[in-house]
């Protein structure tokens, strides 16, 4: 083995006595890619050595090969420490998972938080708010000084006569519409030559459209 290559295999052997657990040889490369600096292959090879030397454990799963640290070198571990630890093990993950769900709080304040209007954004806002109403109270100021007020009664007086031209508007429309009708019964030309030699103006020509009583 090179330098390089003699320095990846040590430092694959202290993290797997470190981990202390089983991993491929994909899960290495993947896991010390930046610290060990080897390729797949390199990883591949320094693994298998490090296998036959017996400084590892290696087992064969159909076509895939895990390794693991040799465990002769660990203690044996009686089986009250084996309750502390499964006991540790629910502690640290009951605690995990509090600090999970307090992150996702958190998180859920901090989007909350982006969302919202920053303290300047708030007084521009209430500033432009202000100028508004400001704007609001004079218009109401000039409208109550006014000395031309409509009174409910001509209002509804003008109402009236809207309604009344309205209504007339209709009626005579209707009876041109009738009479260029009939007229058109035995007139040989179209409608629109009709109008135009009879010099007739319709509301369509001034875009008018007659109002809702």
Not at 103 to 122: G, I, W
Request: with cysteine.
């Amino acid at each position: 083995m090179s330098k390089k290559d003699s320095a990846g295999a040590a430092q694959i052997l202290a993290y797997l006595n470190e981990k202390n657990r089983p991993f491929s040889a994909q899960d290495v490369f993947t896991n010390l890619q930046k610290q060990c600096g080897l390729g797949k292959t390199a990883v591949v090879k320094a693994m298998e050595q490090l296998a036959q030397e017996g400084k590892i454990q290696e087992k064969v799963y159909g076509k895939q090969k895990i390794y693991f640290a040799d465990q002769s070198q660990f203690a044996d571990v009686s089986d009250t420490e084996l309750k502390k630890m499964d006991a540790r093990i629910v502690e640290i993950s009951t605690e995990v998972q509090t600090i999970s769900q307090s992150c996702r709080q958190l998180d859920t304040e901090l989007k909350e938080l982006n969302s919202s209007l920053t303290t300047a954004e708030m007084k521009a806002q209430i500033q432009e708010l202000q100028a508004e109403c400001s704007g609001y109270r004079e218009r109401l100021d000039e409208i109550k000084s006014a000395k031309n007020h409509v009174t409910p009664e001509e209002r509804q007086k003008v109402y009236k006569e809207r309604e009344t031209y309205v209504k007339e508007w209709r009626k005579r429309k209707r009876l041109v519409t009738d009479m260029v009708g009939a007229i058109l019964e035995g007139y040989p030309k179209s409608k629109k030559q009709f109008l135009e030699e009879a010099g007739i103006e319709t509301d369509e020509d001034h875009k008018v459209t007659m109002p809702n009583i």
